[in-house]
């Protein structure tokens, strides 16, 4: 049985169907965006601690940034 | 259990599907019930090196049925008495509790899972960009003290960094509004795409600044959607952009 490829070892190339610009009055690349904006689309690469469930430990980071809702990639146990 | 859990804020939260279906990789200490040589066990462990059936633990927050799961590898650390280290590539859902508990079985002595560590969630990597609670909660204070937008890019990345791993469409502008507003995109609106797009996989519909416009369900593969010229090519399924960010170039009827 061959091993199966995961996900992070596949390799993507980009085609081009057709050219065109983007207008920079529209949007702006992420790392650009205003702090809110950047907090509300962000992402934090959590290193969990041993002892808290994954929902306390989402649920502390969401006091400490002072934010409404939040949520977390998998369920990692207690 | 520790290691990485990747956290999303506020409307990030919508790229949270595309981040459980991610593979996960960890560090495993395995208990044994009796003794094994090491040979025998890393045999047992290459066995496991393929599509499995798990059902779902007692204590589990799915459905409890019989599924299946792929494990893409099972690399053998070392051994010191009944303890066994082992670092495993997985699909996302796999319980490497259940996982301990069937090689134990296999074994014949039984098993089960000591101590675990996750080293990665899908494009997320132990060490890269890693941050711990105590951190988030001082550079977040730092940066309310100090203003630095810096000192936030420390702890928070954009939400399109999860999406690193999902097979990309990049699109016109003139496109953008009318998939925020839900429309499937067709054709036309394609400027460029990743290879290895398959017919109903997960993609993400990206602008050419590399925002996140969308996660959708391709309805081609990278090959047909490059030789159509009319006709839809994905199914917007969660739109990640605000409405209004890009300009609306679509007519609608009540003009």
Known sequence: ?78 | MTGILPITLEEARKIVQALLFSGKEYVCVMKLHGDASQNRVEAVLKEFENTIYQRPPLRASVKRQLRTRKIYYIDFMEMEGRNVLFKVGCEGGTYIRKLCFDIGEVLGCGAHMQELRRTRAGPFVEGEGTVTLHDVAYWFMEWQKQGDDKILRKIIQPMEKALALVPKIYIRDSAVDAICHGANLTAPGVLSLETNIQKDSLVAIFTLKGEAVALAKALASTEEILSMEHGMVAQTKRVLMPRGTYPKCWKSGET
Do not use: F
């Open chain 1, 1 to 78: 049985m061959p091993r199966s490829v995961p996900p992070w070892e596949t390799k993507r190339q980009l085609v081009v169907k057709a050219e065109d610009k983007t207008n920079p009055r529209y949007g702006c690349k992420p790392e650009d965006r205003t702090a809110k904006d950047y907090i509300k689309y962000g992402v934090i690469n959590l290193d969990k601690p041993a002892g808290p469930t994954s929902h306390e430990v989402a649920a502390w980071v969401k006091r400490i940034l002072n934010l409404q809702r939040i949520g977390h990639g998998g369920t990692l146990e207690a």
